[in-house]
């Protein structure tokens, strides 16, 4: 309704067509800018204006969203014990993640690296008794 987009000389229709104009002069379609920016092209992107890698921010965001959660690590005397995640400490070549002991066996390690996710610490308490299983069986 160009009436209500008209508001005399301040020309906010014209602005409008000639945006519109330039969108329409690339040839693309809405699907080919959510093709462009997809998670990976915005991480690359990301990754060259901070300076860092986009696996480095992957580990990054993911060890962010782990503070406050449980984790879970089966152990070589056949328990799963439960964390909970409490800190996060970046260094030059890795993400370290802290934790405390909730119930199970205490680790000699104060924390694990986020590298470790899915094959020695784990997210939820089914995988880390199947990765248990796995080595008790293997």
């Known amino acids: 309704n160009c009436e209500t ?3 005399g000389d301040c020309g906010i229709l014209d602005k409008i067509v000639d945006r519109l ?5 690339t040839g693309l379609e809405p699907e080919d800018f959510k093709r462009a920016f997809n998670e990976d092209a915005v991480l690359k992107l990301a ?4 300076g860092i890698t986009p696996d480095r921010l992957r580990e990054l965001a993911q ?4 503070l406050g959660e449980k984790v879970y690590e089966p152990n070589k005397r056949g ?3 439960t964390y909970e995640v409490i800190s996060v400490h970046i260094s030059y070549c890795s993400v370290l993640v802290g934790w405390n002991l909730i119930d199970g066996i205490y680790s000699n390690l ?3 690296e986020i590298s470790a996710l899915g094959k020695s610490v784990f997210l939820t308490r089914e995988e880390a008794e199947a990765a248990l299983r796995r080595e008790q069986d293997g």
């Open 79 to 81: 328990f799963v014990s």
């Open 5 to 7: 987009l008209n508001c």
């Open 110 to 112: 104060n924390g694990f």
């Open 21 to 25: 104009a330039t969108y329409e002069d």
């Open 63 to 66: 060890a962010d969203r782990l």
């Open 47 to 50: 990754g060259q204006a901070l």
